[in-house]
């Protein structure tokens, strides 16, 4: 008996098939179904609705453990479920950090208890010892922020990943130019109020000199980078130039390629990020995403009080899975962007940089994880519809056309009608 038949899908060329599921594995995609299929008790006519590989999140913020009260893994896993993610990689910036065996380790049980979607972890880099014992447990990647590090520092910890073969993550802004003019901006009393000033402190030259400095380290050290949350059209050109000749990949967020600096007049403090929004000049557009390798929500949460401080003190990051979709589907209305890239950036992309095996592609024999998407929802975004801990965003009220109706991982429907299903997850690796 077939586990689940998806019948009258429609994919990214238009074609209609359907797609036959055994034991959480693709086992079929077939334009007729035979008699005996449609004996099965569990077929769901999708009536010609598309359906795209499951999303696969590279980088999203879980707090989990320690930070709880802004979001844990329960609830932000059901936010992935909820924006067509079947995969996320969670950061290790919780506290304890994510940098040794026993944190590693403990984050990862946290996971499997609590999470509605399969994911990986990355790695925090302490030291030489901690990476070798790390390795053992299979984590995605490795993670630095380099604005907390100094360059002999840096020089350091790009070090403890030679020979790992592991891909090394980077937070991209230059620690001695982020401090200096946060210094300077905050001497003025003016600036508390002021937004943009946020914008001038951690500025365009920051990341790009950062990102300099991560390529020379890496091609020290023979390092795989990708380059989180890249944020200006600048350093995008930067690293276009080199990219043939280095192992690196370059993510978009939705926030950095949807909003600029402008948007501080209308929201404030509550769309302050890290790298922070550019002013117009400097902001990266939907016509940029053709030159990036993925997409990253860089889902960031915090309680509402955390992001209605001052300039200076308001904790920095945006919530991004259940509007990301929403995002890109309308844009794909507009002809602006294509369903094909979509997967590219979201699905094949992710899962190839981070070597995820049986994920990013709807092919026989690949994990069932699946997305499926009616191109003609309207809807306003919603802070109450969330299900993130955090119910604010810079898109609040923002007509959107094509959402996400039904996200299915290894078989199983987690998120149907925006309703969420718990079932058993897997560490992807």
């Given at each position: 008996m077939n586990n689940l038949i998806l019948k009258n899908c429609k994919f990214s060329d238009k074609q209609i098939k359907n797609i036959i599921i055994e034991d959480g594995?693709?086992?079929k995609i077939t334009k007729t179904l035979s008699k005996?299929?449609?004996?099965?008790?569990?077929?769901?006519?999708?009536?010609?609705?598309?359906?795209?590989?499951?999303?696969?999140?590279?980088?999203?913020?879980?707090?989990?453990?320690?930070?709880?009260?802004?979001?844990?893994?329960?609830?932000g896993s059901m936010a992935a479920a909820h924006g067509g993610y079947t995969t996320v990689?969670?950061?290790?910036?919780?506290?304890?950090?994510?940098?040794?065996?026993?944190?590693?380790?403990?984050?990862?049980?946290?996971?499997?208890?609590?999470?509605?979607?399969?994911?990986?972890?990355?790695?925090?880099?302490?030291?030489?010892?901690?990476?070798?014992?790390?390795?053992?447990?299979?984590p995605a990647s490795f993670k630095i922020f380099m604005d907390l590090y100094s360059d002999d520092e840096l020089n350091e910890l790009f070090s403890h990943i030679e020979n790992t073969g592991k891909l090394l993550c980077l937070h991209c802004e230059d620690q001695k130019l982020v401090n200096y003019y946060t210094s300077k901006l905050k001497e003025n009393p003016d600036n508390k109020s002021d937004c943009k000033a946020y914008s001038r402190a951690r500025s365009e030259i920051a990341e790009l000199i950062s990102v300099h400095k991560a390529m020379t380290y890496a091609k020290k050290y023979n390092l795989q980078l990708h380059l989180c949350h890249i944020s200006s059209n600048q350093t995008l050109k930067y690293v276009e130039a080199y990219k043939q000749d280095m192992n690196i990949s370059i993510?978009?967020?939705?926030?950095?390629?949807?909003l600029d600096n402008s948007t501080y007049d209308s929201y404030g403090t509550k769309a302050k990020t890290n790298p922070p929004l550019r002013n117009k000049k400097y902001a990266l557009c939907v016509?940029?995403?053709?030159?990036?390798?993925?997409?990253g929500t860089d889902h960031a949460p915090h309680t509402l009080e955390?992001?209605?401080?001052?300039?200076?003190?308001?904790?920095?990051?945006?919530?991004?899975?259940?509007?990301?979709?929403?995002?890109?589907?309308?844009?794909?209305?507009?002809?602006?962007?294509?369903?094909?890239?979509?997967?590219?950036?979201?699905?094949a992309n992710p899962a190839r940089i981070f070597k995820i095996e049986n994920k990013?592609?709807?092919?026989?024999?690949?994990?069932?994880?699946?997305?499926?998407?009616?191109?003609?929802?309207?809807?306003k975004v919603d802070v109450d519809e969330f299900y993130t801990q955090a119910k604010y965003t810079?898109?609040?009220?923002?007509?959107y056309n094509g959402d996400v109706i039904m996200t299915i991982n290894r078989g199983e429907i987690i998120c149907e009608d925006d309703e969420l299903i718990k079932h058993d997850v897997k560490y992807v690796y």
């Open positions: 594995k693709i086992a005996s299929d449609l004996t099965s008790d569990n077929i769901i006519d999708l009536k010609e609705k598309y359906v795209i590989p499951g999303l696969i999140d590279p980088h999203v913020h879980f707090r989990d453990p320690g930070l709880t009260y802004k979001e844990d893994w329960a609830s990689i969670d950061m290790p910036n919780t506290n304890p950090q994510t940098d040794t065996l026993k944190n590693f380790k403990e984050k990862k049980q946290i996971a499997l208890k609590k999470s509605y979607c399969d994911f990986a972890l990355q790695a925090g880099v302490k030291s030489k010892k901690d990476v070798d014992e790390i390795m053992t447990e299979k993510e978009a967020t939705p926030h950095h390629i949807f016509d940029d995403l053709c030159k990036f390798d993925s997409i955390e992001k209605t401080k001052d300039t200076w003190t308001t904790a920095a990051g945006i919530p991004g899975l259940e509007v990301t979709m929403k995002l890109l589907l309308s844009q794909v209305n507009k002809n602006k962007l294509s369903l094909d890239e979509i997967i590219r950036l979201t699905s990013g592609f709807i092919k026989e024999g690949y994990d069932a994880d699946l997305c499926v998407i009616d191109m003609d929802k309207y809807g810079p898109f609040e009220g923002m007509e």
